[in-house]
C-alpha cells in the first residue's frame, strides 16, 4: 500500500519483549506494504533485541527504540505515539508483534481510515459483527466478551471491543488527549484510552477482525491482568 498517493504518513508502532518466534515476519509484512514501523523493545533477552539491532542497519522502514527492562505496554504506547507525533506522521497504527493481528486486516482498517478523513480512532474489533477469533479456548472467549460488556456497562460504552489493541489513531486525536495522564497498562491501557477518546468526543468505528492467538511465544495475558483491568473500571464507574 503506498502511502504516498493518499498523501498521508503512517506508522506501525509495536512494543515487544522476547519475540523473537514472531518479529521476522511481522516486520517483512509491513514493509511489503510500504509502512514505517517504530519497534520499542524492552530489553527482550531471547535473541529480538539483536536481531532488531541487525534489521536496524539494513531496513530504512524500521525505527528502534530500546528501553532499559520491562516497562509496559502502556508507557511503550504513550513513548512511541509522542515519537510518532514529533515525526509529523498523520496516523498512528497500534499492532502487536507476535501475528495476531493480521496484515489483511490492516489493510481494511486503512482503508476505511483514508475514506473518512473525520475518522479518529479505528478499532479492529473481535465482538462485532463478523468478528471473530482463532485457536481461542472458550473459557477465554467467554471472558473477553464478559469483560467487555461488564466495560459497556459499567463506563457506558457503545463501544463493544473497548480491550482490542489493534487500532489506528490520527494524530489530531492523539494530541488533544492528555498522553501524560495514562498510567495504565496492558489490557486496562486500551480501556483507558478508549475513555479518553470518547471524552474528547472523537470519531470511532469497528472494523470486524480476525484474531488469531500466538504461535510462538507465551500470551502476556493473564487473568490477574483482566481482574485488575476490571476493577479500575469499577472505580472509574464511580470517580470518573
Known amino acids: 500500500m503506498s502511502q504516498s498517493q493518499h498523501n498521508i504518513k503512517a506508522l506501525v508502532i509495536t512494543p515487544t519483549f522476547n519475540e523473537v518466534g514472531n518479529i521476522a515476519r511481522h516486520l517483512r509484512e509491513l514493509t511489503q506494504l510500504e509502512l514505517d514501523v517504530l519497534i520499542i523493545d524492552d530489553s527482550s533477552q531471547d535473541g529480538t533485541l539483536e536481531f532488531l539491532k541487525e534489521e536496524f542497519q539494513v531496513n530504512s522502514r524500521l525505527n528502534l527504540i530500546v528501553r532499559p527492562g520491562k516497562l509496559g505496554l502502556g508507557s ?38 483514508l475514506a473518512d478523513s473525520k475518522l479518529q480512532m479505528c478499532i479492529g474489533s473481535r465482538w462485532v459483527d463478523l468478528g471473530e477469533v482463532e485457536n481461542w479456548p472458550k473459557r477465554r472467549e467467554w471472558l473477553s466478551r464478559a469483560a467487555n460488556r461488564y466495560i459497556q456497562i459499567m463506563l457506558k ?26 498510567k495504565s497498562e496492558g489490557y486496562s491501557f486500551q480501556i483507558e484510552m478508549t475513555k479518553k477518546a470518547l471524552e ?38 464511580f470517580t470518573g
Request: hydrophobic share 40%; aromatic share 10%.
Open 157 to 182: 460504552f457503545p463501544i463493544k471491543d473497548s480491550t482490542a489493541g489493534f487500532r489506528i489513531y490520527s494524530t489530531e486525536l492523539l494530541k488533544r488527549i492528555d498522553l501524560d495522564s495514562i
Open 200 to 237: 474528547c468526543d472523537a470519531s470511532w468505528l469497528e472494523v470486524p477482525i480476525k484474531f488469531i492467538e500466538r504461535q510462538h511465544g507465551k500470551s502476556k495475558m493473564t487473568f490477574k491482568i483482566i481482574r485488575e483491568a476490571l476493577i479500575k473500571v469499577t472505580l472509574w464507574r
Open 76 to 113: 511503550a504506547y504513550i513513548e512511541g505515539f509522542k515519537w510518532g507525533m514529533g515525526k509529523k506522521y498523520n496516523l498512528l497504527i497500534q499492532m502487536d508483534a507476535d501475528g495476531s493481528h493480521r496484515t489483511t486486516d490492516l489493510i481494511k482498517m486503512l482503508e476505511v481510515s
